[in-house]
C-alpha cells in the first residue's frame, strides 16, 4: 500500500515522526506540566485562536458542551459582547505571531475579564510580559498543527482548577491515544491501518458529514486535509445536510462523503445515519465509515482528531505532496505584513 521509503521521500521534516510521537507528548505535556492558574469564580470562558490553534478551543467546546462553564470560540480579532469579570479569555497562538489573536488578546486586556496567553514565544509572551498577564509558554514541536498534542495535554493541566474534567478521564484519553497510534503509526503500514485506508480512499474532494457532538474533530480533519494534502474538503453537519446538502448527489461530482460517527450518538441522529448510507448505496455511492472509539467524549474526539490527522499525512504522501509546506499561508500574512506596514507610513 505505502513503502516507508515514499514516507522519508515526501516528508522530509518528518511530521510523520512527530505523529509517531503524540502519545507520549500527549503523557508528557499533561503529567510534566506547566504552572496551573488560580483564577476563582469563572462560568464563561472565551478561547481565542486561528488554524491549529483554533482547533483546540473547538475541543474543548465540544468537551464543556454539556457543563455548566458557557464556552464560546473566536475565530477572528473581535471578542463576543458577553465578556465580563466572570469571563476568562484563553488567547492561544502556537507561534505567537497571528495577527488576529494579538488583537483578540489586546482587547480582552482592557475589558476587565481574566486573561491567559499561551504560545511558544513570539510577540505574545512579549505583550503579555509587559501587561503583566498569565503567560504560559509551551514550545513548538514541528509545526503549529503538529503541535495539537502538547498544547492540549498543556491547556488540561494548566486550566486544572476550571475545568471540569476528571483527571481520570485525561489519563483514560493518553492510553487509548497508544492503542490508536499502533494501528496507524508507520509502524503499521498494511491493510489493517484505518488512517492509510482512508487515505487511499481520498482521492477525490471530501464531504465530511458529522454529528454535532463531533465537530471538533471534523472541522480539525477538513483543515489537516487542506493543509496537509492540499486538497479542498467541506463539512457537512448529517442532520442540516438532510435539509439541503443531500441535494447535490442528485448530480455526478468529483466529490466522495466520509462519514464520523459517534459510537453513543443521539437515537435519532443513528436513524439519520442508517438513512444516509442507505441512500448512498441506493445511488452507488461509495462512502468511508469512520466511528470513533468508545469512552468519554474527550478520548473519543482526541483519537478521531489522531486518526484524521494521520489520514491527511498518508494523502499527502500518496498524491507525493509535501504535508509540510504552506506556501499559501505564508503568501498571505506577508500580504498582511506589506499592510501593515503601509497603514503604519500612511
Known amino acids: 500500500m505505502l513503502e516507508y521509503s515514499q514516507i522519508t521521500k515526501y516528508d522530509p521534516s518528518n511530521m510523520h515522526k512527530v505523529y ?45 458542551n454539556k457543563t455548566g462553564i458557557y464556552v464560546q470560540v473566536v475565530k477572528g480579532y473581535l471578542l463576543p459582547k458577553t465578556v465580563n469579570p466572570k469571563t476568562l479569555v484563553v488567547a492561544t497562538s502556537i507561534s505567537g505571531n497571528t495577527v488576529e489573536t494579538l488583537s483578540a488578546l489586546e482587547s480582552a486586556k482592557n475589558s476587565g475579564c481574566k486573561v491567559i496567553g499561551i504560545s511558544s514565544g513570539g510577540k505574545m509572551e512579549s505583550f503579555c ?12 514541536i514541528h509545526s503549529p498543527r503538529s503541535s495539537f498534542v502538547s498544547f492540549v495535554y498543556s491547556i488540561l493541566h494548566i486550566l486544572d482548577s476550571i475545568l471540569p474534567i476528571k483527571k481520570n478521564d485525561v489519563l ?8 490508536t497510534s499502533k494501528l496507524i503509526s508507520t509502524a503499521n503500514l498494511t491493510s489493517t491501518n484505518p488512517s492509510l485506508e482512508l487515505a487511499n480512499f481520498l482521492d477525490k474532494t471530501p464531504c465530511i458529514y458529522y454529528p454535532h457532538g463531533l465537530y471538533a474533530a471534523a472541522i480539525r480533519f477538513k483543515s489537516s486535509i487542506q493543509e496537509n494534502a492540499k486538497m479542498h474538503a467541506f463539512v457537512e453537519d448529517v442532520i442540516e445536510a438532510c435539509h ?19 459510537t453513543e450518538d443521539y437515537v435519532k441522529t443513528q436513524e439519520r ?8 448505496e441506493e445511488k452507488h455511492l461509495g462512502y468511508f465509515e469512520i466511528v470513533s472509539i468508545e469512552g468519554n467524549i474527550l478520548s473519543k474526539i482526541i483519537n478521531l482528531i489522531y486518526l484524521l490527522d494521520y489520514a491527511s499525512i498518508y494523502r499527502a504522501i500518496l498524491s507525493e505532496t509535501n504535508p509540510t509546506t504552506i506556501d499559501s499561508i505564508n503568501y498571505i500574512k506577508e500580504k498582511l505584513m506589506n499592510y501593515r506596514k503601509e497603514d503604519s507610513n500612511g
Open 20 to 64: 509517531d510521537n503524540w502519545p507520549k507528548i500527549a503523557r508528557d505535556s499533561y503529567e510534566v506540566g506547566l504552572e496551573p492558574i488560580r483564577f476563582e469564580g469563572i462560568d464563561h470562558i472565551v478561547f481565542v485562536g486561528m488554524g491549529g490553534s483554533g482547533a483546540i478551543g473547538d475541543l474543548f467546546a465540544s468537551i464543556l
Open 129 to 140: 510580559n509587559k501587561n503583566n498577564i498569565e503567560f504560559r509558554k509551551i514550545p513548538m
Open 172 to 179: 483514560e484519553s493518553i492510553e487509548r491515544l497508544e492503542e
Open 244 to 262: 439541503n446538502g443531500i441535494v447535490s448527489w442528485e448530480k455526478k461530482s468529483n466529490v466522495k462523503p466520509v462519514l464520523i460517527r459517534g
Open 273 to 280: 445515519w442508517e438513512i444516509l448510507k442507505q441512500y448512498f
